[in-house]
């Protein structure tokens, strides 16, 4: 199976369309979409993400924002910015559209992949931003690989299966990565919404499950009409500059 998958769509419409005309141009052929979660919060278009992502067979999981619009987080745990939006978000969102978001599990396993938001042992909110952390997630894993989100940088963190030591590389785009068998896997696409590893340029990947590969794309999208509508909206600044830089 072949699996487009993404993560962090955080409500940026042009970043998502811009992710799956890529794909079509570049001729990715996948049989299922795997969306790890936050598909809403910070951006202006909530409605759109879902419908557009529901158009295509996919599976989605829950992610923290999506939880602190349903109200299911205590909206203090998070920055003052990401609270405005996810307050606008609960007034936006058509009631069909929460009921979908109430629908989403906190993690799925699809065949030998655990996916998460965030991490095998805390789906929603922990970060794996170092080898470290990652290293005590793969305690945590059923099987050889886990596919999260949630820190909106690609990455892959690697641990060798007979010494236990865990390596992250970040792969570089279009260069497919063979999975060693050797190895178990923690995996993450990077942000389609909004990028946090000084691209700005919407990341998602290409898992192949037959040929046990890995392969990260960037793709390029209007920047500009998003953050039109955020300030349209009266988004706070600074969730509208960092959409420029990747950060």
């Not at 609960?90 to 065949?111: D, F, G, K, V």
């Not at 992250?168 to 068998?181: E, F, K, Q, W």
Request: with cysteine; charged share 20%.
């Amino acid at each position: 199976m072949r699996c487009l998958v993404l993560s962090d769509i955080h409500a940026n419409l042009a970043a998502l369309e811009a992710v799956l005309k890529d794909a079509k141009r570049r001729r990715l052929s996948y049989d299922m979409v795997w969306c790890l979660g936050d598909v809403v919060g910070y951006g202006p278009d909530p409605n759109a993400c879902i419908e557009l992502l529901r158009t295509v067979p996919h599976v989605c999981l829950a992610g923290n924002h999506d939880w602190a619009v349903l109200g299911k987080l205590e909206l203090a745990a998070f920055h003052e910015n990401a609270t405005v939006v996810a307050l606008w978000t609960r007034e936006q969102l058509t009631a069909e559209n929460l009921n979908y978001l109430r629908a989403r599990s906190a993690r799925e396993l699809q065949e030998r992949y655990l996916l998460a938001h965030a991490s095998p042992r805390e789906p929603i909110w922990e970060y794996i931003l170092d080898t470290s952390v990652a290293a005590e997630n793969f305690e945590h894993l059923p099987d050889g690989y886990a596919l999260v989100g949630h820190t909106h940088v690609p990455v892959i963190f690697a641990q060798d299966r007979a010494s236990g030591d865990v390596r992250a590389s970040v792969p570089p785009p279009g260069i497919p990565i063979a999975l060693d068998s050797g190895f178990r896997y923690i995996l993450n696409p990077g942000g389609v919404g909004q990028p946090r590893d000084g691209d700005p340029r919407a990341a998602y990947a290409l898992l192949d499950t037959e040929k046990h590969t890995w392969t990260q794309y960037r793709a390029e999208y209007p920047v500009h009409l998003t953050q039109a509508k955020m300030r349209a909206a009266g988004f706070p600044d600074t969730l509208i500059d960092r959409l420029s830089y990747g950060r």
